[in-house]
């Protein structure tokens, strides 16, 4: 179990200048990258215990988190 937040910035710091103009100018980038900043923090806070969950609910969370983080990097990479 990881406790390192995966903020995206350290994730893809290649991208942070299109992740800044991404949000800038993109209401789809917005709205995903929104969602996953809010289930990042989610999960962060099961990991540390601020806000158990369930074994079952951590990994849909992590799924759900992993299909955006693929989702935004690919915009990021277009």
Known sequence: MSNTPHELAEEFPEHVDKIRDLKMNNNHFVRLFDE???LNRDIHRAETNVE???DFHMEDMRKKRIRLKDELYGMLSA
């Open 36 to 38: 996953y900043h809010t």
């Open 52 to 54: 158990p969950t369930d």
